[in-house]
């Protein structure tokens, strides 16, 4: 299976990243999280925003590399479902067409967090740069109005750069998270001339557990 065939590829590089992005003399917590997303694909269309979205989810696994007091790194490899969907322009000049984009993609990040102490608990701020990479995907498209009626697919890219910034609390090893993430480059390959541009954005709620 195709997808099974890009997991094991895409999956050893991450893995290495990940291993490589630690400083071999500092001391390794290990984590594990899993959520649900809020995964959206936005345009500006005149002087407005468009959104479709979609319930996605992730899980990655995760470590806290301590350097000083209050900071340390996160470097993670998540794995995420994602997508969205958005509007095209036909040569009529109108926004009739709607592409529906459903993905799965591996995630290597890596986030600079700042620590605050808090009574029983601890809190996280984080934020670093993501990259993600298209493992599957499938992309359908249809007109607006009447029947559904499927129409000639629109192409995306299979690659973005992403912005993480997020929030998390530890109790006890365990920890709820929030995170945002932003795309940076155009989902589509190729567009039409004054077509908007269109970005991936996730919100995610997780749960994990770091093994202190």
């Known amino acids: ?68 007091e209050r900071f340390s790194l996160r470097p993670e490899v998540a794995f995420v479902y994602e ?14 067409l709607k592409h529906r984009l459903r993905n799965y993609s591996l995630q290597p990040s890596l986030n600079v967090a700042f620590r605050i102490p808090l009574s029983d608990v601890t809190m996280f701020v984080y934020a670093g740069p993501a990259f993600d990479y298209r493992l599957w995907d499938r992309i359908s498209t249809r007109k607006m109005e009447d029947e559904p009626v499927f129409i000639t697919e629109k192409k995306t890219r299979p690659f973005d750069l992403v912005f993480n910034s997020g929030i998390s609390v530890e109790y006890k090893s365990v920890f709820f998270s929030i995170n945002a993430q932003s795309g940076h480059l155009y989902r589509q390959t190729r567009k039409t001339e004054g077509e908007p541009s269109v970005f991936q954005n996730n919100l995610t709620f997780s749960l994990g557990y770091f093994f202190r």
Do not use: H
């Not at 195709?2 to 990243?17: D, Q, V």
């Not at 997508?83 to 009739?96: A, N, T, V």
């Open 83 to 96: 997508g969205g969907s958005f509007l095209s322009e036909p040569l009529e000049g109108w926004f009739l």
């Open 1 to 68: 299976m195709k997808i099974n065939r890009n997991i094991r590829k895409t999956g050893w590089l991450a893995g290495l990243i990940l291993v490589c992005s630690m400083p071999s003399t500092a001391k390794v917590y290990w984590g594990v999280r899993s959520g649900i997303a809020y995964s959206s694909l936005v345009q500006k269309i005149d002087l407005d925003y468009w959104s479709g979205a979609c319930l996605g989810y992730s899980a990655g696994i995760m470590a806290e590399v301590p350097l000083s």
